[in-house]
């Protein structure tokens, strides 16, 4: 068996704050192969955002990570900004949230996008600016030519995406990261951009981070389900929907809306707030709204266990 | 400053801030204030120069116009209490220091009032009424406030003359700008908020609602602004009477005595220097207690 | 939307916002010549009573010379007539002298002293406030911070003769007062003392906005995209850190205004300002008035010209 491109080992991030260190990740363990689409799923504050963040070593400067990260094969968790450099943007790429705050507001478009290959290769100017084109082309950007010269504000919200899908993608990367691609657009764009990720899942390998579980769906082979800093279970995308042994993972399930969902009744809802990365609670962080949980759950926290399918729970729920 | 672009890329992207405690916010700015070592420090201080200002005048042996023949431009002593030495004219710079002290705090904190009053009433009115109006109102501010308001303030004093009561009602009358501002700013936001619908609703008058709704709610920033606002006319006062446009003779102020001193450097720096180290000292008290305030009013602000 | 680069059309549109600013500007320096002049004539008391026991005829024929004894709206009418050709009348108090010779005589020694102090305080404090930002909370950071903090809070009038103790009468390094035509030694002193305030506050403004453009979301792309830091900062942190600088420029601007009264007056500048304290203590109304309209007009130029470069570090706000 080969390795995998990424290998995340008890991955913990930690922010000093006024209120005291808060650990947003709390030991996170899993891999992506190649060719894989990974879904990250969870609330927000659940740590899957961090936890991206941290791979890269783009967390924020009152964070703190620790655990092992490799990717191919190489520790690059808390690497050198030199060793990292040579891997961001151009290895592994990543997409952020939203495109707007994202992209630098003063900048031309076509210069943000010039200077990740004049970074990463020795391409010369006249290639440079062939490339970036073609991959404008690539992300049905219409007329790429006039949106080279324009600044971030006078492109559309999906444009605007567009263009940072097209940024990770100039340097053909191995990885890409994308933090909430959709969340920040209309509901028409989110559908259109979701198409368009689904025909990268040819050029590359992605980890997809959201609080959707219909992005999921249609998207990815594996699921991570976080909760509190932890994954709470992971598996192959059809175990996981058809199956989900975590308590949480069921409720968020039952929680997605369905085509034959009667508008009548109320939508089944998670009772109770995920607890505050402060004061996380003993035993299992899911355990005060688990309608399952017995006196075992809010004393012993639950090891990550299984083969493929692997969750987080003392429980052995029925099917 | 910290715009929410800021907080979005701290970490930890839950908010980790605890439920609101059962005390009242006045209780707890009170609390954070006294946990403001600079902001308690500051107080101190101004209280003894305060008090000083009050009882050397009337209580110290050595008068502040009285001259000593002996001592002409002495530096500081313990003979005849003369501790921070006389001026040209021999005159004891001890009594003449919180002197100055009591004018410079005195038209530092009238002036204030003159504008708190001027700015709050202006500032609520334009907000309040909204509309072109209200546009106009703060358009002329805009217009007043491009300008330096020292000169004004130089302008209105050559044309008033220098007396003790008119230099505060120029200064007061041009540093309102900045209140006027902010309790516009305030006013906007409070005048959509239920509470003043329904006493809207309930027929009160505007002045009324002006008094007892708007300006009470708007009043925490004003605070803070006011004690910024008296080092800024403390400073206004004391470069006016430096350039001889403000208080005269007998009086004095920080302002006069440093300019004295300035013309007597070369012979007797304990003449600037000493007036000088006092008007810096409580310039910087009134800014650190309006950083506590600051932090303590509206904790949200200020994270850095 | 302006979309390509045409240099030439963004520069038209540039002009035209100028032009249409400089318009909007009339009206304003209108109402301050309006309003100072009426305030000056309504004065009780005139440049006349400084003088003891004055002739009430020699009164009267003084007030004659200079047209005080006509309707106050004829004199009006007069005095923006005269300004209209660029005469601001002859000087009360300095005698055959016009507003016009003394204010053309002191603005070049107003203008490379101001202008100075506004170079030498961009400089330092941004150079300082993105040092302090960068690090941050470190010696380096505290250390700039407290110097800026004693730079904004404490007057120009008191650090003014403050330097000179030192540098002037303790050290003996530089003379302590004299133009002497803009020799260097002798505006290193009163520079140093005007500029002082610009640094602490433009070092406080820069490191603010440089800590919160450090964290703005478009710089974790840039370090996404593998950039090496020195560009980064170079690229993507320090136009925006600029913005506020460039906002506060004009308070900058009027606060070098009034410090450069003071400084000249402490050093002995033969600038407008020093002529303004002096045409103040003289009552001489119309040199006041004079230069209260150069002083308006210089700053209502000096602020369109930050708006100019505010628009250029912004696209956003460019004009249309």
Request: charged residues 20%; contains cysteine; glycine residues 8%.
């Amino acid at each position: 068996m080969t390795a995998p491109l990424l290998h995340c080992e008890n991955l913990h991030v930690r922010f000093r704050t006024q209120d005291g260190e808060v650990l947003a990740v709390n030991g996170v363990d899993f891999e992506v192969r190649r060719g894989d689409c990974v879904g990250i799923v969870g609330e927000s504050g659940s740590g899957k955002s961090q936890t991206a963040m941290a791979l890269l070593g783009l967390l924020a400067d009152n964070g703190v990570s620790s655990g092992s990260v490799r990717f191919r094969r190489k520790e690059i968790l808390n690497a050198p900004a030199e060793q990292l450099n040579r891997i961001r943007g151009s290895r592994v790429a990543m997409i952020f949230q939203d495109p707007m705050s994202a992209l630098t507001p003063f900048m031309r478009i076509g210069r943000q996008l010039c200077e990740v290959l004049q970074e990463h290769t020795a391409m010369s100017r006249r290639e440079i600016t062939a490339r970036v084109m073609e991959v404008l082309e690539i992300v049905q950007i219409p007329e790429p030519k006039r949106r080279f010269e324009m600044y971030p504000h006078q492109l559309s919200g999906g444009q605007r995406q567009r263009v940072m899908i097209a940024q990770a993608l100039l340097c053909k990367p191995d990885l890409l990261i994308a933090d909430e691609p959709t969340t920040a657009l209309d509901l028409t764009i989110q559908a259109q951009i979701l198409d368009f990720f689904k025909s990268l899942k040819k050029r590359t390998t992605i980890v997809i981070i959201t609080h959707d579980l219909g992005v999921v769906a249609g998207l990815c082979n594996r699921v991570v389900v976080m909760y509190a800093g932890r994954i709470v279970e992971q598996g192959p995308i059809e175990e996981i929907f058809m199956g989900p042994q975590h308590p949480y993972t069921r409720a968020l399930l039952a929680a997605v809306p369905r085509p034959d969902w009667d508008p009548d009744k109320p939508l089944p809802m998670i009772g109770g707030q995920p607890p505050l990365a402060t004061r996380l609670p003993k035993g299992c962080s899911f355990a005060p709204r688990c309608a399952h949980a017995v006196d075992r759950c809010r004393q012993e926290t639950p090891e990550l266990r299984g083969r493929q399918h692997l969750k987080a729970c003392h429980l052995d729920l029925p099917q | 400053m910290s715009g929410p672009a800021a907080m979005g890329y701290r970490g930890g992207d839950g908010d980790a801030v605890g439920e609101l405690q059962g005390r009242s916010l006045w209780n707890d700015a009170v609390a954070r204030f006294r946990r403001h070592r600079a902001a308690m420090a500051s107080l101190w201080v101004l209280g003894v120069i305060t008090v000083l200002a009050v009882l050397v005048p009337e209580f110290w042996p050595n008068s502040l116009d009285e001259v000593n023949w002996d001592y002409i431009q002495s530096p500081p002593t313990t003979e005849n209490l003369l501790w921070f030495g006389t001026d040209v004219n021999g005159r004891d710079m001890f009594s003449r220091t919180f002197y100055g002290a009591r004018i410079s705090l005195t038209i530092g904190v009238l002036t204030t009032l003159v504008a708190l009053i001027v700015g709050v009433l202006y500032g609520a009115i334009a907000g309040y009424r909204g509309g072109p109006a209200g546009d106009i109102m703060m358009r002329v501010v805009d217009v007043l406030y491009s300008l330096p308001t020292l000169f004004f303030i130089i302008i209105l004093v050559t044309i008033f003359g220098n007396n003790f009561l008119l230099i505060f009602i120029c200064i007061g009358a041009v540093e309102w700008l900045t209140l006027a501002r902010i309790v516009r700013g305030q006013t906007l936001s409070i005048k959509e908020k239920e509470y003043v619908e329904s006493a809207r609703a309930a027929g009160l008058s505007t002045p009324t609602i002006l008094l007892k709704y708007i300006i009470p709610n708007a009043i925490g920033p004003v605070i803070v602004y006011v004690t910024l606002l008296i080092p800024i006319n403390i400073i206004v006062e004391s470069y006016l009477s430096f350039l001889g446009l403000g208080v005269q003779e007998p009086f004095t102020s920080w302002g006069r005595l440093i300019s004295q001193g300035a013309n007597e450097i070369g012979t007797a720096p304990w003449l600037l220097v000493i007036p000088a180290a006092f008007l810096v000292v409580t310039l910087f008290c009134f800014n650190f207690i309006g950083d506590g305030l600051r932090d303590s009013l509206d904790p949200k602000e200020h994270t850095r | 939307m302006q979309d390509n680069g045409a240099g030439g059309r963004a520069d038209k549109k540039v002009l035209n916002y100028a032009l249409r600013r400089l318009l909007v500007a009339i009206p304003t320096l209108f109402v301050i010549i309006t309003a100072s002049f009426f305030l000056m004539r309504v004065a009780p008391g005139g440049p006349f009573d400084l003088v003891p026991d004055l002739d009430p005829l020699l009164i009267e024929n003084l007030r004659k010379a200079y047209d005080l004894d006509k309707p106050l709206f004829e004199q009006y009418a007069n005095y923006l007539g005269r300004l209209a050709q660029g005469d601001l009348g002859p000087s009360l108090v300095y005698r055959d002298r016009n507003v016009a010779e003394l204010i053309a005589e002191g603005l070049p020694v107003s203008a490379q002293l101001g202008l100075t102090a506004i170079a030498v305080g961009l400089f330092f404090g941004m150079l300082s406030g993105i040092v302090a930002a960068l690090r941050k909370n470190t010696a380096a950071d505290f250390t700039v911070m407290a110097i800026a903090m004693t730079g904004v809070a404490i007057p120009t009038f008191v650090t003014a003769p403050l330097l000179t103790l030192f540098f002037g009468l303790y050290l003996g390094w530089l003379p302590i007062s004299g133009w002497n035509g803009g020799q260097f030694t002798h505006i290193v002193l009163p520079v140093c003392a005007l500029a002082l305030p610009s640094i602490a506050g433009i070092a406080r403004i820069t490191r603010g906005s440089m800590l919160e453009s450090l964290s703005a979301q478009h710089v974790r792309t840039a370090r996404a995209k593998g950039l090496p830091e020195s560009k980064i900062i170079i690229r993507h942190v320090l136009r925006p850190a600029c913005m506020p600088v460039v906002s506060y420029l004009g308070p900058a601007i009027a606060g070098a205004m009034t410090g450069s009264v003071v400084i000249e007056t402490i050093f002995g500048l033969p600038g407008i300002g020093r002529a303004f304290v002096e045409g103040a203590l003289n009552r001489d109304y119309s040199l006041i008035l004079g230069i209260v309209i150069v002083y308006a007009s210089l700053i209502i130029l000096l602020n369109l010209l930050a708006d100019i470069i505010y628009g250029y570090l912004d696209p956003r706000v460019r004009p249309r």
